[in-house]
């Protein structure tokens, strides 16, 4: 909306539609509270996903739902979530756009970049009023940033939980626990690695190379409970 493709897309006959995994209150909640200014759809069993990969236009990765690591209670996804995409569809059945998130380490699992509207918008332009094929999937669009690596990714993660055990971040609804941003972890990371080097200089090694490892002991519990929750899909379609 705050790019101006929600009002290039009226202006061209079009209309945008948001679908979320979670149920019709929350989708309305959503919508209401973000006043994103388009129309909120919740798909919680997953029935317009099936339709869309029936039509052959889209198929979409999902995943379990594990409680996005304890941290909010509210959510509901009786069927798992579903990763990002974006159609477009022409009032015929033509594709004018489509392209799915691939969760991989190297995306956060999904938790990553979103093709900007603009690039969206002269994506579908160019193909509007034209006789032509469906548009491929799109497989390298333009993001506004760079992902951060899978490491950096689990270390905020820890960073957030004082490096005891990884947090999620709250999406800021009512009842979810206050956190401090995401960019400050970056802060608690450097003191952390600091204090971790001024202790081996100035204590005993045997004894820090102790009470390392008994860290590294309790973070690997968090640490192996992301990597079962959050998806690695390298290649290959769907298979739920």
Known sequence: MKSGVLDAVRAAGGEIFGMTSEPQSLA????????????????????????????GWLSLFANEDYGHLRMRSWASHPKGYFQ??????????????????????SNMSGAGQRPTPQYVWREIESRLG?????APLDEA?????????????????????????????????????PSVPAPKMMRRIRFFTAGWLAAFLVLPATWVAAAFAAWAAVASFGIVEIHRQFQHVPRGEPTD
């Open 141 to 177: 669009p333009e993001f506004a940033r760079k992902d951060v690596s899978w490491p950096v990714f689990l270390s905020i993660l820890l960073a957030h939980g004082w490096f005891l055990r990884p947090r999620a971040f709250p999406l800021g609804r009512e009842g979810d626990t």
């Open 130 to 134: 034209r006789d032509d094929s469906d």
């Open 84 to 105: 990002p995409a974006v159609l477009a569809v022409e009032r015929g059945g033509r594709i004018l756009y489509r392209w799915r998130c691939r969760p991989q380490y």
């Open 28 to 55: 309305t909640e959503a919508e209401e509270a973000w006043e994103i200014g388009f129309p909120c759809i919740g798909d919680p069993h997953h029935e317009i996903r099936d339709d869309l990969r029936n039509r």
